[in-house]
């Protein structure tokens, strides 16, 4: 059953279309009958979501492309256009973190540090950031014409709740994903006459692949950082990939959100809102 019937046809592009998170969103809206093409860097890991979409009775098409690298891009735009002929949605999932650019412990002069403050590496902190933003704008611009040719085009891009207040460790990636708030903010504004509408999902805290070894010990159990998270996550658990599924669907049918542009929407246990007092 198609529950956003409004869905059906159209065609979504997703970066980092393999991760858990964007996987999943990737699965939601084939189901309700929106043609998927997955870009990634590695063709085979797209390959793999895209045959479990396939399976299921979905369309999608998988891509390798650089979202850092403009004709890459600009060559799987224009394969996405001869399969699908438009593009209605855009994903930009593809981000990720450096250990160049993360601190051993949390704050200043804790204990001894293999990586403070002052070692971290400049390239591998622009590179976090490039990654995260850059990535972001470039994919926005080399599909944005594409998508202005939609009755009703969507970008979503994907934050953090570092984005509002700085996770310790990771600096670049935390001012990365502040960036993408304003980014939002900015597009919205820049293409709301022209019809587009930018939005973006804040997810708390979820396991991935990437911080799977952060966050749980070999034997499955929870790290001290967990710990911490759980502490102030209301709700007292991690999020899961389907967590954002209902998100998702609001903000990119514009029967539900046809007047919402240019916000950002946690999706945390209420890890925001809670002061820890």
């Given at each position: ?50 045959d479990e979409i396939r399976a299921l009775g979905g369309e999608a098409v998988a891509y390798s492309a650089d979202v850092l690298d403009r004709p890459s891009l600009e060559q799987v735009r224009d ?185 950002t929407v946690p999706v945390d246990g209420g890890f925001m809102a809670y002061s820890g007092v």
């Open positions: 059953m198609y529950t956003h019937e409004n869905l059906r046809g159209r065609a979504a592009v997703i970066t980092g279309g393999s991760g858990v998170l964007c996987s999943a969103m990737a699965k939601e809206l084939a189901k309700q009958g929106v043609r998927i093409a997955l870009i990634n860097r590695t063709l085979e890991k797209g390959q793999i979501i895209v394969q996405i256009i001869a399969s699908f002929g438009q593009v209605d949605i855009l994903i930009t999932g593809a981000g990720g973190n450096q250990p160049g650019a993360t601190t051993t412990n949390e704050v200043f002069g804790e204990g001894d540090a293999s990586q403070t403050f002052f070692d971290m590496d400049a390239q591998a902190f622009s590179k976090v950031f490039d990654l995260n933003f850059t990535g972001t704008f470039l994919t926005s611009q080399v599909f944005g014409k594409e998508l202005l040719k939609s009755k009703n085009p969507v970008i979503l891009n994907i934050s953090s709740m570092s984005a509002y207040s700085p996770m310790t460790k990771v600096p670049a990636y935390s001012a990365a994903k502040a960036s993408i708030n304003n980014f939002t903010m900015w597009m919205a504004v820049h293409f709301a006459e022209a019809g587009l509408r930018v939005n973006a999902l804040a997810p708390g805290f979820f396991l991935t692949e990437q911080n799977r070894k952060l966050l749980t010990n070999e034997d499955g159990s929870l790290t001290d950082r967990s710990h911490k998270i759980m502490t102030h996550t209301p709700m007292r658990r991690f999020g899961k990939p389907e967590d954002l599924l209902g998100t998702m669907l609001w903000l990119v049918d514009e029967r539900y959100s046809g007047f919402v542009t240019g916000v």
